[in-house]
Every structure is written in structure tokens, then in C-alpha cells.
């Protein structure tokens, strides 16, 4: 998660929110009232929805005075989807999945202490998949048996490997499943992999 989350108060303008989004570099942003509970959040997209259409008879001075004067307590989010310090990652990421939204206020006892977004998810995935370290990536379908990943594993091992990241994904069947590993090896152990050799 992110943290110290930047939260706003329900009197401010939504001017105001647009602001601080875009000096922030935010998305979101959680709404708390003057005990620093969560009280409602208001994104970037409620923002624009809220904001007269560009078919308007208003002039532009017009426009900005009325943006000026709305504050968020009008056009926030009253039911906010939160989750704790310790949830998971998939859990909360199931949820920002399932619910369509795009970040989650971590709360502990009513107060926002950091907020997890689609960027955190992003660099988690990174950090699964050892997308920033040099290897070689295999993929290889294995039986849905006990036993079958660690003989996968045992043939990195003979070759002196190392694996630095290991997912698991449903195969073409409920019978196995795909396994795609990346792993630092010496250049006879590619070799060897590439030919088929032990797999």
C-alpha cells in the first residue's frame, strides 16, 4: 500500500480536489471527516462527471466560480469498499476486480493509514513475475499430481539453477497446469533446456 495516504475533508471545493490530484500526481482521494474517519472518497472520474459539459451556454468564468463553490460532500462516494493492513494482496486485488474500482482505503479502526491502487498492484505483479532481474523464462504444462512441480523444480536444480519466480495458472484442463518459471542459469544449463534435455 501507499502511505501516508493524502486524504481531503468534505468542504472542500472540488476545484480544490482537481488541485491536489494534479500536484499529487492522484487518482483518488479518501474523504475524512474532522476525527480523520473515512467518511467517503472521490476520484478523478467523479470529478469530470461532475464537471459542466462542454456544451454549456455558461462563459469560462461562470464555469470555474460554480466549480469553485461545489464541495466534495456533494459528489464523493458515501459507501466506500476499504480493506485492513493485513488483507492479502490477491484478496484485495479479487476485490478491486470483482467491485470494478480502482483503489482500496486501508483502514485500521475507522482511520485511513494508506490506500492500495492499481499502480501497487502493478509493482507487486513485477516483483512475482522477477520482471527486473535478467533469466531465462520456461513454460512447461504439468499433471495436476502431487509431486510433478518439484520434479520440474529438481531439473533447474540439477542444472545448477536458481529460480527467481514461479506462477502457476490452470492448465488446458482441470488435469494440469501451466507452469511458467524464470530462472538465472550457466550457459550449458540453456542449452540443455532449449534442446529439451531433462523435461
Not at 486501508?106 to 513475475?129: N, P, S, W
Not at 542444472?159 to 550457459?187: C, D, P
Request: net charge negative; proline share 4%.
Amino acid at each position: 500500500m501507499s502511505r501516508p495516504v493524502i486524504t481531503i475533508h468534505p468542504d472542500m471545493s472540488m476545484e480544490g480536489a482537481f488541485c491536489l490530484m494534479r500536484m499529487e500526481h492522484i487518482r483518488r482521494l479518501p474523504v475524512v471527516d474532522e476525527q480523520g474517519k473515512l467518511v467517503g472518497i472521490v476520484s478523478e472520474r467523479d470529478l469530470l462527471h461532475a464537471s459542466p459539459s462542454n456544451a454549456t451556454s455558461l462563459s469560462v468564468w461562470e464555469l470555474n466560480y460554480l466549480i469553485s463553490k461545489i464541495p466534495i460532500d456533494g459528489i464523493m462516494t458515501r459507501e466506500v469498499i476499504t480493506v485492513t493492513e493485513d488483507t492479502l494482496i490477491e484478496e484485495a486485488t479479487r476485490i478491486m476486480a470483482d467491485n470494478k474500482i480502482g483503489g482500496l482505503p486501508v483502514v485500521r479502526d475507522g482511520e485511513v493509514i494508506g490506500i492500495i491502487t492499481e499502480t501497487d498492484i502493478f509493482k507487486a505483479v513485477l516483483e512475482m513475475l522477477g520482471a527486473r532481474e535478467k533469466g531465462i523464462r520456461l513454460a512447461a504444462l504439468v499433471p495436476n499430481l502431487p509431486g510433478k512441480l518439484a520434479e520440474l523444480t529438481k531439473v533447474i536444480f540439477d542444472l545448477s539453477g536458481n529460480i527467481i519466480a514461479l506462477e502457476i495458472f490452470l492448465g488446458e484442463s482441470s488435469e494440469n497446469r501451466e507452469v511458467i518459471l524464470k530462472s538465472v542459469l550457466s550457459a550449458f544449463a540453456n542449452r540443455c533446456l532449449s534442446d529439451g534435455i531433462g523435461i
